[in-house]
């Protein structure tokens, strides 16, 4: 069993920087592919990054590639997000998820073996 929780949220100006938490409860952390989804105001979910159980390949969709960073420590049982140069478009409520597959590319919660609450994410212009 395994419990997440996101933390790292805030408020920022465009081209800012922040970072992002998961941490996760239970000793089976490492045996999880992990990944960030956000949804932003209004819309769905959006598959945001992925990193492969041992931490190393990670994806990412285009609308992040070559801003954000994923990144796990398993010895701590934290997934991280850096996220810079922070767009308007960036704002939204961002979820970390685990599955049991090699990689975890799906936006949908009921993909997800755990879920976290999300941490909100807001960019101001």
């Known amino acids: 069993q395994v419990q997440l929780v996101e933390s790292g949220g805030g408020l920022v100006q465009v081209g800012g920087s922040l970072r992002l938490s998961c941490a996760g409860s239970?000793?089976?952390?490492?045996?999880?592919?992990m990944s960030w989804v956000r949804q932003a105001p209004g819309q769905g979910l959006e598959w945001v990054s992925g990193i492969y159980k041992g931490g190393g390949s990670t994806t990412y969709a285009d609308s992040v590639k070559g801003r954000f960073t994923i990144s796990r420590d398993n010895a701590k049982n934290t997934l991280y997000l850096q996220m810079n140069n922070l767009k308007p478009e960036d704002t939204g409520v961002y979820y970390c998820?685990?599955?049991?597959?090699?990689?975890?590319?799906?936006?949908?919660?009921?993909?997800?073996?755990?879920w976290g609450q999300g941490t909100q994410v807001t960019v101001s212009s």
């Open positions: 998820g685990a599955c049991s597959g090699y990689v975890c590319y799906d936006h949908r919660p009921q993909k997800y073996d755990y």
């Open positions: 239970g000793h089976d952390f490492s045996s999880y592919a």
